[in-house]
């Protein structure tokens, strides 16, 4: 055991995965919470890559071939989630809810992290002027409550409610304007950090070019925590968005299912007692966003040594074993 | 995160808190100043993308009115005059005071943000007590269970409340106590009588149950509490998730303190050790969190008052948006910059007094 742990294997390309390598290197609870998370965002994945051949109607369907869909129809029978009040599948909105919500994650999170990595590396290696006007921008954006500007920017650019391109840009956009500033911070800290490192001085005295130093040796060296941002900025665009929709600053319910409009919808419901038009987008959010947050969470640990379990050496010497590891993370 | 640095040696620290009063008066004035930038910026950007969205004419009367008649409305409004002429006249009305009259329903702005303001405010006081009485006790409990199955709970349950959005949790609350149990009502701020028995008041402040208490209305202040507890609940959980698992990471963090570990072996109980030695420096980080929390408070406030027809400023905010009314959204959004401004300098300079190691 010992002699291995010294001796550097050659890893796999599974082995060095953020995620797949996580799961190796976690025990116990950690190890529990993690594959929850990840199962849990496995869901949401099938179900938003597969949406039309999972979902048994469209998610602006209201009738079939046997006529028209009953509205506000209890769940059972042909519709085993119920029906809305305007006639609609909830298990089809859910499932393709799933879809957009999986588009909007990926058209923000992707547009904030180019710019926010770009700002942040350009930023933290010049200094200077653009650097404090930068930091001051950043952070009186990061400061205001993300959801009203993102109100804010979604009304700019749709001018109230579009289709389902022009929604998810829209939003994406909204949310991109929310992250940017995060994204900016860490990468621009990091970025001054490494500007102090050797391996950057030794660069510069070779001759190399800012563009170089920047791309090749501070870019690598100061983007590996963003797997972990993104899994915990995925979650975070997932509730602007619904809460977008919740307000009706979203994407319209004919050209595209979304989960937090929908809520918004059901809250009328609510009053007379229909439970099933809310409660069933509702989890949808909460499960999604729990587990990227499990994931995310797990991987922040994972990352920390002081943070992350160890797996016991023997399992008979239980106790002592427990005792070093506490006074190792305190 | 800051706990689980090591504090300096005293030594180190010594020469340093000899300059602190020099060092911690111009800490407060360049933060002082910060303040104005932060403003400025988020009001400049409202401002323009305010005007991306139209202009509040064609959104109140387009389709209903003849092109020409709107667009004599506009010009005589100004808002077709070049934009930088426009901010720059809106910067001057601000810096004279001027809010102007919203252009929907014609109040003036300090007085809508004053009643709607009041509204939110009780709001996010309310569910800061909920935050607190939840999510202290539940975290100093988690970090004395450490690593054991209520830890777990503990800990999936914030994940849990980070996970639900308010409306969410609004919408389950409702379902349960009010329509299912019919313990509380689905809705508003106060019953019909009650509000119009505060707004007969003289002075009022606005928030309903200093008000009730202040004209000694206990039936009127039973009617208010009844109404807040489920908005204050469902905003509150949000904010409780965050603060359990920040005690709990900081009373992990002080329990492996020298100190307490001297408490440890005089034989002091462990409860005594979590409740009395532990927890106290374990506080400060939240009053830094909690500063943080106010922007997510008045973010979830948005939400949570639509949720329960709540008649706020996030209310207002989301029918003003909606009727393109810029005024109305500039003098909401100038406010709530205000306060996350100030707010965040208050807290810097609170954590620049308990730590001085943040003063730089």
């Known amino acids: ?330 | 995160m800051t706990t689980l640095i090591d504090t300096p040696p005293p030594t180190v620290a010594a020469p340093k808190s000899k300059s602190a009063g020099g060092g911690l008066g111009k800490y407060i004035l360049v933060r002082f100043l910060l303040i104005f930038p932060t403003i400025f910026i988020l009001v400049t950007l409202v401002f323009f993308l305010m005007r991306i969205t139209g202009d509040p004419i064609t959104a109140a009367q387009g389709g209903r009115l003849p092109q020409e008649q709107i667009d004599a409305l506009v010009h005589q409004a100004g808002y077709d005059r070049p934009l930088f002429i426009q901010y720059l006249e809106y910067l001057g009305q601000i810096a004279t005071g001027n809010f102007g009259r919203t252009i929907s329903d014609g109040r003036p702005v300090i007085e809508m943000l004053a009643k709607f303001g009041a509204a939110t405010l009780e709001l996010a006081i309310n569910s800061l007590v909920v935050a607190l009485l939840v999510g202290i006790p539940l975290g100093m409990f988690a970090a004395h269970k450490r690593d054991k199955v209520p830890d777990a709970l503990l800990r999936f349950f914030a994940i849990l409340c980070y996970a639900t959005p308010v409306f969410f949790a609004g919408l389950l609350l409702k379902l349960t106590f009010s329509v299912g149990l019919g313990w509380f009502p689905v809705a508003g701020r106060a019953s019909t009588t009650t509000e119009l028995a505060m707004s007969r008041l003289s002075a009022p402040t606005g928030i309903y149950w200093l008000d009730a208490l202040r004209s000694n209305d206990l039936a009127a202040f039973g009617d208010i509490v009844h109404h807040a507890v489920l908005p204050a609940i469902a905003l509150g959980l949000l904010t409780a998730g965050v603060f359990l698992r920040l005690v709990r990471t900081n009373v992990i963090g002080t329990l492996g303190k020298d100190y307490v570990e001297a408490g440890r072996s005089r034989g002091v109980s462990e409860y005594r050790l979590v409740t009395k030695h532990a927890y106290k420096p374990a506080l400060i980080p939240i009053i830094t969190v909690m500063g943080l929390q106010i922007a997510l408070l008045l973010g979830g406030a948005v939400l949570t008052e639509t949720t329960f027809e709540w008649k706020g400023l996030g209310y207002q905010l989301a029918q003003y948006l909606t009727a393109r009314d810029f005024v109305a959204v500039q003098g909401i959004v100038m406010l709530l910059a205000v306060i996350v401004a100030v707010t965040n300098f208050v807290v810097d300079i609170l954590a620049a007094l308990i730590d001085p190691r943040v003063r730089y």
């Open chain 1, 1 to 330: 055991m010992s002699t291995e742990a010294f001796t550097p294997a050659k890893k796999s390309l599974l082995d060095r995965l953020p995620v797949s390598s996580h799961i190796r290197r976690s025990v116990g609870l950690q190890r529990t919470m993690l594959l929850i998370g990840v199962v849990l965002c496995a869901v949401f994945l099938v179900a938003a890559i597969f949406a039309p051949l999972l979902a048994p109607y469209g998610y602006s369907q209201i009738s079939d071939d046997a006529g028209t869909f009953p509205a506000q129809a209890a769940p059972g029978g042909k519709h085993p989630w119920g029906t809305t009040v305007g006639g609609y599948d909830v298990l089809s909105r859910v499932i393709w809810g799933s879809q957009t919500a999986a588009t909007v994650i990926v058209v923000a999170v992707l547009m904030a992290i180019f710019i926010g990595v770009f700002l942040g590396l350009v930023s933290g290696y010049f200094g200077g002027w653009l650097d404090r006007i930068l930091v001051v921008v950043a952070d009186a954006i990061y400061a205001f409550p993300t959801l009203l500007l993102a109100i804010v920017v979604s009304i700019a650019i749709n001018k109230g409610q579009s289709g389902f391109w022009g929604g998810i840009l829209a939003c994406g956009f909204a949310i991109t304007a929310v992250f940017v500033p995060q994204y900016f911070r860490v990468i621009r800290a990091e970025t001054i950090r490494l500007k102090a490192e050797p391996f950057v001085e030794s660069a510069q005295v070779v001759g190399a070019s800012s563009a170089r130093i920047i791309g090749r040796h501070i870019f690598a060296n100061a983007t590996r925590t963003l797997p972990l941002i993104f899994t915990l900025n995925a979650s975070e665009a997932i509730l602007t968005l619904a809460g977008l929709g919740f307000l009706g600053f979203g994407i319209e319910p004919s050209s595209a299912a979304e989960w937090g409009f929908d809520l918004n919808k059901a809250m009328s419901d609510a009053s007379s007692g229909i439970w099933w038009t809310g409660v069933f987008p509702g989890a949808a959010i909460v499960l999604t966003v729990l587990g990227l947050t499990l994931v995310g969470e797990s991987m922040n640990d994972l990352n920390d040594p002081r943070l992350r379990g160890r797996r016991r050496a023997g399992s008979k010497r239980k106790g002592t074993e427990v005792k070093n590891q506490t006074e190792v993370s305190a």
